[in-house]
């Protein structure tokens, strides 16, 4: 990882290790200066005083080693106890320009016949059946809507209705 290290406490259902983390960090080594803490799917956890507080007691700390606190959201609720603290960076969800490089990549790596792919009414249909979606479930739908039936004595094909 380019000499950068990563390291995980555990799942963040155990938010209290999360918060006991937060307020000692300041006197532990764990995390070390100028770094990027990240708390995938913890915004479950936002509503509760205790993470609140912890949050709250970790900022002055993470500001002076130059650390940064991540928490990724499906949504933008912030409570208002924490407004003031956080900023918000919404993404928006991939359009038919991801999708389109999502579909070369999967023909690629499953050494499809280009003569195969879907052609531009068919892109149009997946990419029409798989808006709104994020980047992950977009490749899980089209993972199992590519349908290699050639095994059985069928062509290559898509098959849309299953991303319906």
């Known amino acids: 990882m380019d000499g950068k290290s ?11 290790l999360v ?12 995390i070390k200066d ?4 990240l708390l995938r799917t913890f915004h479950h956890f936002l509503e509760e005083p205790d ?6 007691d ?4 993470f500001k002076a080693r130059q650390k940064t606190l991540i928490i990724t959201s499906p949504g933008t609720k912030i409570p208002p106890e924490l407004e003031k603290e956080m900023g918000l960076i919404e993404a ?27 052609d531009a009414k068919k892109r149009e249909q997946i990419c029409k059946a798989v808006s709104g979606l994020t980047i992950n ?7 199992l809507s590519l349908v290699d039936t050639k095994e059985r004595g069928v062509e290559y094909r898509w098959d849309v209705q299953m991303m319906i």
């Open 6 to 16: 990563e390291s995980s406490i555990g799942d963040s259902d155990r938010w209290d």
């Open 19 to 30: 918060i006991r983390f937060l307020t000692e960090q300041g006197a532990s080594p764990i």
């Open 34 to 37: 100028k770094s990027v803490v």
């Open 51 to 56: 993470v609140q507080a912890a949050i709250l």
């Open 58 to 61: 970790a900022i002055p700390i």
């Open 92 to 118: 928006e969800l991939p359009g038919p320009e991801y999708v389109n490089r999502a579909i070369d990549g999967m023909m690629r790596a499953s050494k499809w016949p280009e003569d195969k792919w879907p």
């Open 137 to 143: 479930e977009i490749e899980d739908v089209l993972s």
